[in-house]
């Protein structure tokens, strides 16, 4: 009696454990997955695979304890997850079908496999074909076990009757989508009667887990393998021929000659047990807890219950990062058009000020940036850096090898004049030629500039109309305008500019302060020249190297000339345009938004809405845990 006791009482401890851990766990994916999140997230499953013939309906059929569709060809159709709830005893059998809005109540496990097939037939439609939309059946009872599995199509080598010919190829990629995630485990039914390395369903689960990590191997029809095949069988079992990290479990489900029978499952359940009780080979598996739907269920429940606790806080990772992006995507998509006239050129006008607001910080070098990306403005003063960097590495050149030129210009040009008088003429070419090889880069980096800038309010417009293509397209359209007319200005100030400084001239004054300080330096010892250096070149090269130091004002000048045209005055007349086009266009026109639009903000909307929904239920589970 004292032993009796403590066996009741210890059964009694487990039973309030598995209700206060296991099932509240494989709830909370239930409700995650009947929320939809599927579509938007990997939740942990154990996905039933199997050939063609290989028992899987048997199996599943043992641990629903209901019949589910049979026959030849396919006969799963599409992913069905089978959601299993252990009931006390004295509640009735209940069950629910689920499939894209339909919910079908049923009172009577007879009722089961017909609801499946004409579900099926909704989604896949009249035929073989396949669907990957998913089928819902919740059984609760007192004779199941709490587990949730998902059924997908057998795998078929070759097309028949109306099937279509890539049939194949369609039922693997349905199941490689479930069990290439690690967050399923696939549970691979394979018939003991034949070579289980030839089966396309293991080799499946080996190709995306190769070390078996995630992969269960279930052994059916122990009742068919030839006489002499056991030892084979006991090493598959035992793990000695394909291992798996899970293992592998044999069991007995009813025989097609059992089905004619009418012989019920219970029943079945019985037959399996004394079949195993009764093998000389096989007698060892049930001593093991490997062998029987029994241990089966109970094996599958615990490892589901693990395999959700161990993936859970992986699972939150995954649903905190998508809540986030959903959230920033339908931001940017915003709210919709107004439906109200009035309420429409509020809402036009609206948009065209917050755009010109961010224009405005642009051109005030304000805008806000994250990184990596950086401000317009020290983007512009970045390529004016590195102009400027390659000016002065060839005014430096220009320095260094003065002596050289002077010397090479002075033996081919001198005139009649004594060593010692300077050669304006000379001076002069020497300027000039200097100023012209500065022209192209200065155009070149206006081009860089004008890049940066149409890059820049591009990406603006994209941000703030991105649904509204019409309104996008007509500020584009000023945008190019707009852009091409101050580019022309700047550049023809640019010409302009090198015209001018070919003009060779300096107030007295200035040149002569700089010339003094480039004489002094020289003495100093600071100075490029060498002391051998002949007068009169020396004298020419501290004039050359005076008026290139004061009187050239060419990269000031440019970026002053850049800086105005091609931000503050375009941006500024961009701004007037796009106030001029909410006075002058029809409103209606220019907030038509794109066909898909709405349909993708009503995608964003529900899929937002099953995110919380998955986030209230992973709350409560976690302060109820």
């Known amino acids: 009696p004292s032993t009796s006791t403590s066996d009741m009482s210890e059964s009694s401890g487990l039973n309030q454990l598995f209700e206060e851990k296991v099932r509240p766990c494989i709830d909370v994916v239930d409700s995650l997955r009947s929320l939809g999140l599927e579509k938007d997230l990997n939740l942990p499953a154990i996905a039933v695979i199997g050939d063609q013939s290989s028992g899987k309906s048997s199996v599943l059929e043992a641990l629903s304890g209901v019949s589910l569709p049979r026959g030849t060809g396919i006969v799963t159709r599409c992913p069905l997850v089978l959601k299993l709830k252990k009931m006390k005893k004295d509640k009735n059998w209940h069950g629910l079908l689920s499939y894209k809005d339909q919910t079908n109540t049923l009172n009577d496990p007879a009722a089961v496999e017909n609801a499946v097939l004409y579900a099926q037939g909704v989604l896949a439609g009249i035929g073989e074909g396949i669907s990957h939309e998913m089928i819902t059946l919740e059984i609760q009872s007192c004779d199941v076990p709490d587990l949730t599995l998902i059924d997908l199509p057998g795998i078929t080598r070759v097309a028949t009757g109306n099937q279509p010919k890539d049939i194949d190829k369609q039922i693997k990629d349905l199941i490689e989508k479930f069990i290439q995630r690690q967050e399923t485990i696939s549970l691979v039914v394979v018939p003991a009667n034949i070579d289980i390395a030839t089966t396309e369903a293991l080799q499946m689960a080996s190709k995306v887990d190769s070390t078996g990590e995630r992969t269960l191997g279930i052994l059916t029809k122990p009742d068919?393998?030839?006489?002499?095949?056991?030892?084979?069988?006991?090493?598959?079992?035992?793990n000695e021929v394909i291992p798996l990290k899970k293992g592998y479990m044999i069991v007995k489900c009813r025989g097609q000659n059992e089905i004619n029978d009418k012989l019920d499952l219970a029943r079945a359940m019985e037959k399996e047990r004394h079949f195993f009780d009764e093998h000389a080979h096989f007698r060892c598996f049930l001593e093991e807890g490997k062998a029987t739907i029994p241990?089966?269920?109970?094996?599958?429940?615990?490892?589901?219950?693990?395999?959700?606790?161990?993936?859970?806080?992986?699972?939150?990772?995954?649903?905190?990062?998508?809540?986030?992006?959903?959230?920033?995507?339908?931001?940017?998509?915003?709210?919709g058009v107004p439906l109200d006239e009035h309420e429409k050129i509020k809402f036009l006008v609206t948009k065209i000020r917050q755009f010109n607001d961010v224009l405005e910080r642009v051109k005030n070098a304000e805008e806000d940036v994250k990184k990596p990306n950086i401000r317009v403005f020290?983007?512009?003063?970045?390529?004016f850096q590195n102009w400027k960097s390659v000016l002065n590495a060839k005014a430096i050149k220009t320095e260094d090898i003065l002596r050289v030129e002077l010397e090479e210009y002075l033996r081919t040009n001198r005139g009649m004049e004594l060593p010692g008088f300077l050669n304006y003429r000379t001076f002069k070419s020497i300027i000039k030629e200097y100023i012209e090889e500065q022209e192209e880069p200065a155009l070149k980096l206006l081009k860089d500039v004008t890049d940066i800038v149409?890059?820049?309010?591009d990406h603006i417009i994209n941000i703030h109309f991105n649904a509204l293509s019409h309104l996008a397209r007509a500020a584009k359209e000023q945008i190019d305008y707009l852009l091409d007319k101050q580019f022309q200005k700047a550049e023809k100030n640019i010409r302009s500019q090198f015209k001018m400084e070919k003009i060779v001239y300096s107030q007295d004054d200035l040149y002569s302060n700089q010339l003094c300080i480039v004489k002094q330096k020289s003495k100093s010892g600071q100075g490029l020249l060498a002391s051998f250096v002949k007068e009169d070149v020396r004298d020419m090269a501290y004039?050359?190297?005076?008026?290139?130091?004061?009187?050239?004002?060419?990269?000031?000048?440019?970026?002053?000339?850049?800086?105005?045209?091609?931000?503050?005055?375009?941006?500024?007349?961009?701004?007037?345009?796009?106030?001029?086009?909410?006075?002058?266009?029809?409103?209606?026109?220019?907030l038509q938004?794109?066909?898909?639009?709405?349909?993708?903000?009503?995608?964003?909307?529900?899929?937002?809405?099953?995110?919380?929904?998955?986030?209230?239920?992973?709350?409560?589970?976690?302060?109820?845990?």
């Open 224 to 238: 068919l393998v030839d006489k002499g095949m056991e030892e084979t069988v006991v090493r598959t079992v035992n």
């Open 454 to 457: 149409r890059s820049s309010v």
């Open 378 to 383: 020290s983007k512009i003063r970045g390529e």
């Open 543 to 590: 004039r050359l190297i005076s008026y290139l130091m004061v009187c050239i004002l060419v990269t000031n000048i440019a970026f002053l000339n850049l800086n105005y045209h091609m931000l503050n005055k375009y941006i500024s007349q961009l701004q007037n345009e796009m106030h001029v086009m909410t006075r002058e266009n029809d409103p209606g026109m220019l």
């Open 295 to 335: 241990f089966l269920a109970e094996r599958l429940t615990n490892e589901l219950f693990e395999h959700i606790i161990k993936t859970l806080p992986e699972l939150q990772k995954q649903l905190d990062m998508k809540l986030q992006k959903t959230s920033v995507d339908l931001r940017a998509l915003g709210d």
């Open 593 to 625: 938004e794109d066909t898909d639009v709405e349909r993708k903000r009503n995608e964003l909307r529900e899929q937002l809405k099953r995110l919380k929904g998955a986030g209230i239920a992973l709350s409560k589970y976690k302060h109820s845990a």
